[in-house]
Nanobody, 119 residues
Framework: QVQLVESGGGLVQAGGSLRLSCAAS????????MGWFRQAPGKERDFVAR????????IYAMSVKGRFTISRDNAKNTVDLQMNSLKPEDTAVYYC????????????WGQGTQVTVSS
């Protein structure tokens, strides 16, 4: 299994930017699809972004497309989420996730990092 630890969350005003980082250990992420999800209080966990192991075009939730960018650095075993033009509705706990290519489900999750966007 892959252990995932998120960092970079914090408090930012609307219109600002944050860069989240997910550090992986235990396994190389080179053969994993990597993703970001988020969960606001009282809400379900929602998909944010995905980057495949093969480097295909990333997929984004429509609510963040054009504002967020997912990237990976296999040499460093990290996955980042650059978040620009943040909105109050982006406030949530953000989770990094991994899925080995042969798996049908996301099986490895980080503990999450809080992102709060003020009006």
């Amino acid at each position: 299994q892959v252990q995932l630890v998120e960092s970079g969350g914090g408090l930012v005003q609307a219109g600002g930017s944050l860069r989240l980082s997910c550090a992986a250990s235990g396994r190389s992420i080179s053969n994993y699809n990597m993703g970001w999800f988020r969960q606001a209080p009282g809400k379900e966990r929602d998909f944010v972004a995905r980057l495949s192991w093969s480097g295909e075009t990333p997929i984004y939730a429509m609510s963040v497309k054009g504002r967020f960018t997912i990237s990976r650095d296999n040499a460093k075993n990290t996955v980042d989420l650059q978040m620009n033009s943040l909105k109050p509705e982006d406030t949530a706990v953000y989770y990094c996730a991994a899925k080995i290519v042969s798996s049908t489900t996301w099986t490895d999750w980080g503990q999450g990092t809080q992102v709060t966007v003020s009006s």
